[in-house]
């Protein structure tokens, strides 16, 4: 057998010299395999993504195209297409279909997702659609009729009541309130019985009158009535004036209220006893002067009995001259102030004597029977003839009778005297009974100004006889 040659490699077995190489060749083909399968999977990953931007903006695209169409045609075409436009706009086209059949699973999670946002997109779209409301006409009258005849006082009587002057029309002008009904400017008008009369506005000025609700607003223009209840105005002009806001200012604290002339219904209530307390304000009373000490006071109804109606004199004209109409009548103008029901003060600014009202009872053919003081005791009388009592006045109180037993034993006066030379004052009882029996007299001595404060009282007994 021949010797190899030096320096020729040695023949290695097949078995042994094999092993490692092929295994090297082996993990190569693998890798490079993978490296391709990787870069064929993201390019076709890479085309799928494209191809679903590419579909979700066509969808887009798509979508607002078939939006616009429908709104262009939601007037012309019945409410079945506009649904079927809708319906077929909201569908996503067949090529979300293929992006999502793609084998890979990112491929596959990609084309979810575009088909997701593009769903999403197409239902807000077909949400923005919304169908506009039909209107229903209106009565708007623009223009302005040619002017007519102007109403007559007659008609514009008619105009103004309630239940009355239907199809009455003319030139005129009204005066009211406006308010806005069913969106139209209406005015209300205050008729002739105080119910309220609708008119609405037409013209030119339909659009601009409701700005001015709850404003006083006066129209002028053609008018007509259509129903008994209100009409309708063809405004030519108008003016409108903003409400006043009512402010209620509250008066000061120490400012006396303005004084007033009283009426005569209070006057007769100030001279009224029992009534009218609380009553102030200017007046002319008429009674008798009386004094009570140094006062002067003025008796204006009910004199001597528990009813009496009498009023303190103050002011400039309570001077020493009235002394001298002491048991006279006099007209006092001034400020009266009734306190209570029996009386108050009168501030007098002006005094006049008058004649006396009650015509007094002649005493020439009477037989009288007197009595002087506070004496209890019995006495007869003849019917219709005279019976006196003369009790002693003191300062701050009055002699007085009951007002029933006054009516039955006929009291005629009640005169105030004055005593001579600055003494104490009396006063007279006269009465002339005119019916026969026995009756007893109470009299009191009970405050000024107050009858039903009584400091004492006395008792008569008198028997009239026929």
């Known amino acids: 057998m021949a010797k190899p040659k030096s320096g020729a490699k040695k023949a290695t077995p097949a078995g042994k010299s094999g092993a490692k190489p092929a295994a ?4 190569t083909a693998r890798l490079d395999l993978i490296k391709d399968a990787s870069k064929r999977v993201a390019t076709s990953a890479t085309k799928v993504a494209k191809a679903v931007a590419d579909t979700a903006k066509s969808a887009k695209a798509t979508v607002k195209k078939a939006v616009a169409e429908a709104t262009e045609k939601v007037t012309k075409e019945p409410k079945e297409k506009v649904a079927t436009t809708k319906k077929a706009a909201a569908k996503p086209p067949p090529a979300a279909k293929t992006a999502k059949a793609a084998p890979e699973k990112p491929a596959a999670k990609v084309a979810a997702s575009g088909k997701v946002s593009t769903g999403k997109g197409a239902s807000k779209a077909a949400s923005a659609v919304v169908v506009p409301a039909v209107e229903k006409p209106r009565p708007r009258a623009t223009k302005l009729p040619p002017p007519g005849e102007p109403l007559t006082k007659r008609e514009m009587e008619q105009l103004l009541t309630a239940g009355e002057g239907r199809g009455v029309m003319g030139e005129g002008s009204l005066k009211g309130r406006l308010v806005v009904i069913n969106e139209m400017p209406n005015l209300v008008v205050v008729g002739r019985d105080k119910r309220e009369l609708t008119f609405l506005l037409q013209g030119p000025d339909q659009e601009v009158l409701p700005a001015y609700v709850n404003h006083k607003v006066s129209v002028s223009g053609m008018i007509r009535k259509t129903s008994n209840h209100g009409g309708v105005v063809d405004v030519r002009k108008y003016s409108a004036k903003k409400p006043e806001a009512e402010v209620v200012e509250a008066p000061p604290a120490d400012t006396e209220p303005r004084l007033r002339y009283l009426s005569p219904g209070e006057v007769s209530m100030v001279t009224a006893a029992g009534m009218g ?3 102030k304000g200017f007046a002319a009373v008429r009674g008798n002067l009386e004094m009570t000490g140094e006062e002067f006071v003025l008796v204006v109804s009910n004199g001597g009995t528990r009813q009496q109606v009498s009023f303190l004199i103050e002011g400039k004209a309570a001077a020493k001259g009235l002394r001298k109409n002491v048991g006279h009548t006099l007209q006092v103008m001034g400020v009266v102030d009734k306190t209570s029901g029996w009386g108050g003060r009168i501030s007098a600014e002006n005094v006049e ?3 006396s009202e009650t015509r007094t009872v002649s005493r020439d053919e009477m037989e009288l029977v007197h009595i002087e003081g506070e004496v209890q005791t019995s006495v007869d009388v003849k019917l219709n003839h005279g019976l006196t009592v003369r009790l002693p006045e003191q300062p701050g109180f009055t002699w007085a009778i009951e007002p029933t037993v006054a009516k039955r034993v006929g009291l005629r006066e009640a005169n105030f005297e004055p005593g001579p030379n600055g003494g104490p004052a009396t006063r007279e009882f006269f009465f002339t009974p005119r019916n026969p029996g ?21 008792k008569i007994n008198v028997t009239v006889k026929p």
């Open 24 to 27: 090297k060749k082996d993990t």
């Open 277 to 279: 307390a609380g009553i």
């Open 353 to 355: 004597p008058r004649p």
């Open 438 to 458: 026995t009756f007893e007299v109470e009299f009191f001595l009970a405050k000024a100004l107050t009858p039903g404060l009584v400091d004492r009282s006395f």
